[in-house]
Structure formats: structure tokens, C-alpha cells
């Protein structure tokens, strides 16, 4: 997994950023619409790698259609047929994060600073297998992850919200909705923003939802 650059900005982090002058608004970010299922146990996500999308369906409902970012060269995002294993709103990094000593934040792998110590937020994750799993990050438009699925702010808690420990996940190179419902779906273009403030990320701020209903 990518641990410098996998959080995006949400809409309330975008708010603080753009007040401590430290991003240039990109515009408006894709906002995919979820809904509710009728049959919560009838939920399936499928992955497309080759148009790095993710498809929530419900029978031939879908549910939600998102962009994603998929692993790159040398740590691809395993392919085949998963279930849902757990799932953490509010999961940290084992291995890398941000210190604070002294009043003062800086980065370091676990256990190689001193200070109080966070591991990097990883929100909304949604794990399909041991050490991979779906998460709100940076959505490049190349793969970009060390294997896990990242998914932008304004999708990761939709995605949470509909999926549950058990929940089918299949990945593979193309799925036959890229020719049908995934055909021309918006990606983020805020990938290449600066970091959020360490301060930031060290609170329990970089967990909140989007603003408004999650499903429709």
C-alpha cells in the first residue's frame, strides 16, 4: 500500500486546506450518487483494473459507480473472487504515520520516532483479503497502489455504507459493465494536490463523512 500520498482531500479537509492557503481548487470533484439496496444481502462489488472502476450492484441495479486507483507494476491488486473481511471507518496505518513532540508533527515509520505516535489515516477501510482492502485515498488515473483500492473522499463512505463483512468482491481485468454503465464515468482530478496538514491527519477530523445523506 501507498502510505505517502494515499489520503484525499474530503470536503470538510478541503475547506481547511484551501483556509490555510496550501491548494489551488481544482474545480468540482466527481460525486457519485449511492443507493440503498432493497436486498442489502444481494450487494456485489465488482472491480475493473484495466478502467480501474468499482461497480456496487444489486442483481442489474447498480448501486454505485466509481472511479478507483489499482496497483502498480511490481505490486499489482490481486485478482479473483473475495468476500469482505472486515471493515474499520476509522483504520491507521501498522507501519508508517506522524509523530507529535513538543508541539511539533513529523513523519517516521512505527516505532522509529518518539513523541505520541499516529499511524497514517487510512478511512473507510474495507478489506477483502489479508492486507488489502478498499479505502478513501488519492485516485490517480494511472495504477499508483501498492495493491489496496483507493477510493476519493466523496465515494469511500458510500462505498462503506454499502457493503458488510461477507459481501462478494470480485476483481478482474474487465468487467462487462465497462461497456454499458461504465462508459465515461468521471474521475477525480485532485490527485496531485499537496499533502494534508500533519496536524490534520493526526486528529480524528480526517474520519468524517462527506457532508449530506450517503444513500439516496
Given at each position: 500500500m501507498n502510505i505517502s500520498r494515499f489520503l484525499a482531500?474530503?470536503?470538510?479537509?478541503?475547506?481547511?486546506?484551501?483556509l490555510a492557503g496550501c491548494v489551488t481548487p481544482r474545480g468540482p470533484q466527481p460525486n457519485p450518487v449511492a443507493y440503498r439496496p432493497h436486498n442489502p444481502g444481494a450487494v456485489r462489488v465488482k472491480v475493473s483494473l484495466s478502467t480501474q472502476q468499482v461497480y456496487v450492484m444489486e442483481g442489474d441495479r447498480p448501486l454505485l459507480i466509481a472511479a478507483t486507483c489499482v496497483g502498480k507494476a511490481g505490486s499489482r491488486t490481486p485478482t479473483g473472487q473475495y468476500k469482505v473481511i472486515g471493515k474499520i471507518a476509522d483504520k491507521r496505518s501498522n507501519s508508517y504515520g506522524i509523530y507529535r513532540s513538543g508541539g511539533q508533527y513529523y513523519q517516521a515509520n512505527a516505532g522509529k520516532g518518539s513523541?505520541?505516535?499516529?499511524?497514517?489515516?487510512?478511512?473507510?477501510?474495507?478489506?477483502?483479503?489479508?492486507?488489502?482492502?478498499?479505502?478513501?485515498?488519492?485516485?490517480?488515473?494511472i495504477p499508483h497502489t501498492h495493491g489496496c483500492l483507493r477510493l476519493h473522499p466523496n465515494a469511500a463512505a458510500k462505498f462503506f455504507a454499502l457493503v458488510k463483512v461477507g459481501t462478494p468482491v470480485n476483481i478482474a481485468q474487465t468487467q462487462p459493465e465497462d461497456a454499458t454503465?461504465?462508459?465515461?464515468?468521471?474521475?477525480?482530478?485532485?490527485?496531485?494536490?499537496?499533502?494534508?496538514?500533519?496536524?490534520?491527519?493526526?486528529?480524528?477530523?480526517?474520519f468524517a463523512n462527506p457532508p449530506g445523506a450517503l444513500l439516496q
Open positions: 482531500l474530503g470536503a470538510g479537509a478541503m475547506a481547511l486546506a484551501l513523541g505520541q505516535y499516529r499511524g497514517y489515516p487510512m478511512p473507510f477501510w474495507v478489506e477483502f483479503t489479508p492486507a488489502y482492502g478498499f479505502h478513501q485515498g488519492w485516485v490517480h488515473p454503465i461504465g462508459k465515461n464515468v468521471p474521475r477525480p482530478t485532485d490527485y496531485n494536490d499537496p499533502e494534508l496538514p500533519l496536524d490534520y491527519l493526526f486528529s480524528e477530523k480526517v
